[in-house]
């Protein structure tokens, strides 16, 4: 039914953002990734990370034949990774990447961390910065429009929400 008048509308309240992810996975958090506090350690937080961007760069061939075709090296770093004591004691943490930034020369994936089962309920983000380096000089090369391309198709096509 059309709106009539201009008086204020009601807004169902929200139950919290939704966004796509083209990588997920769940960790199953044992004995091995906890510290010695009986949290989630940050060795296993900055693991998940680092596997999450790993499974993202895997669905990126034009970035790949990009690599093996120039002899330039994939750089990956992962950078604001959160501490894993701020994860708790879950049962698992279910880890999202995708790409959300892309510039010149480089990449951002955004990692999300959320736990499962336990006392924490906040989610966690972490980042990673993904380039395409000279082995030589050091200088990172262009993003081609075929991996620019590339990387827009992953985020639309995000099929994991969280």
């Not at 937080?45 to 895997?58: K, N």
């Not at 034009?62 to 075709?69: C, F, H, N």
């Not at 959300?100 to 020369?105: A, F, H, K, L």
Request: with cysteine; aromatic share 2%.
């Amino acid at each position: 039914m059309p709106r009539t008048g201009a008086g204020p509308r009601s807004v169902p309240e929200m139950g919290g953002i939704v966004s796509r992810w083209p990588v997920r996975q769940e960790q199953r958090v044992t004995t091995d990734d906890l510290g010695d506090d009986v949290v989630v350690s940050d060795e296993a937080v900055e693991h998940w990370v680092a596997a999450a961007c790993l499974a993202y760069l895997d669905r990126c061939p034009e970035l790949e034949e990009a690599r093996a075709s120039s002899g330039l090296e994939l750089k990956c770093q992962s950078v604001d990774v959160p501490r894993g004591a701020r994860l708790g004691r879950p049962t698992a943490v279910v880890v999202t990447a995708g790409a959300t930034e892309i510039r010149p020369s480089s990449f951002t994936i955004a990692v999300r961390l959320r736990p499962v089962g336990g006392e924490g309920t906040d989610a966690l983000n972490a980042t990673c910065s993904v380039r395409l380096e000279d082995p030589t000089t050091g200088q990172a090369a262009a993003i081609s429009n075929e991996i620019h391309d590339e990387l827009i198709a992953l985020a639309h096509s995000g099929r994991h929400t969280g």
